[in-house]
């Protein structure tokens, strides 16, 4: 059910029998110059799309633009501070929950999004308010994304450039698939430490270009069989927190001496 095309009846409908929202998250930002800079809320938004037509629950619009101050160097790439970002997700999740909602579901497609929606999942569950998880579609299937590509690359490599390819393939620019990656970089970011510390801050200190991984591996057929695995496992997460009682997903009561 998305909600932006639904009436208030029909929300009223939905609410009087679940409690659950999906929240889709990406970013506006480069992504090398071969993909588009909407890669991230596209993903986001088509994975959460997906996975409630196939379950019914309540999908929100889109928050497309995120925490990218990492990619300030490269044109067109929109950002707000991580404070804003945070206080928006958080207030728009504590709104939610005046129609019933108690929890949600922050389906992501962008790395840089990670740390501040688990603060706000943490602010949320503190006060008992709502249960609000973060899930970042890679992180969700591994072991598929290890099989199928040698370089993944954590940002605009072949998973994201098959992701593209079967979500809106007229949008990746196929003929700079090899300037990509050549111009790009192959990242390892153990490798990249300096006695253990992590030196770099922005995406331009690894990658001349942008992005990082092999682009020339990426297919519409592997686009596809990753949205189907990623939308596996979000249907499959949904359905496990919908069947939660409440008092299993709030904070546990302090302990008696
Ligand atoms: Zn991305």
């Known amino acids: ?21 999906v929240v889709p998250l990406g970013s506006t ?22 996975a409630t037509d196939r379950t019914g629950y309540l999908c929100t619009p889109p928050v497309r633009i995120g925490v990218s101050s990492h990619h300030r160097q490269f044109p067109g790439t929109m950002w707000v501070d991580a404070p804003v970002f945070r206080d928006y997700v958080e207030s728009l999740s504590r709104n939610l929950t005046a129609h019933g909602i108690d929890r949600i579901v922050y389906v992501n497609a962008h790395g840089g999004n990670v740390a501040h929606l688990r603060e706000v ?36 490599g072949p998973k994201e450039t098959a992701m593209i390819m079967h979500i809106a393939n007229e949008l990746v620019r196929k003929e700079r698939l090899e300037e990509a990656r050549d111009g ?5 970011y153990d490798a990249e430490r300096v006695h253990g510390a992590t030196t770099f801050y922005d995406c331009i200190e690894n990658s001349p270009n942008g992005v990082f991984g092999d682009q020339t591996d990426a297919t519409p057929e592997i686009g596809e069989e990753l949205f189907e695995a990623a939308t596996d496992q979000l249907v499959s997460l949904l359905e496990w927190l919908d069947a939660r009682p409440v008092d299993d997903l709030m904070p546990e009561p302090q302990l008696e001496p």
Do not use: C, K
Request: glycine content about 10%.
């Open 1 to 21: 059910m998305y909600l932006p095309n639904r009436t208030w009846p029909e929300v009223g409908e939905y609410v009087a029998d679940e409690s659950l929202a």
């Open 184 to 188: 790009g970089a192959i990242f390892d």
């Open 121 to 156: 999942g943490r602010r949320l569950h503190d006060d008992g308010t709502a249960y609000a998880i973060e899930w970042m579609w890679d992180e969700s299937i591994p072991g598929l994304i290890e099989e199928v590509f040698e370089t993944p690359g954590p940002h605009g």
């Open 29 to 50: 930002e480069q992504h090398g110059p071969h993909l588009p800079e909407g890669t991230d809320h596209l993903i986001a938004e088509a994975l959460a799309r997906e």
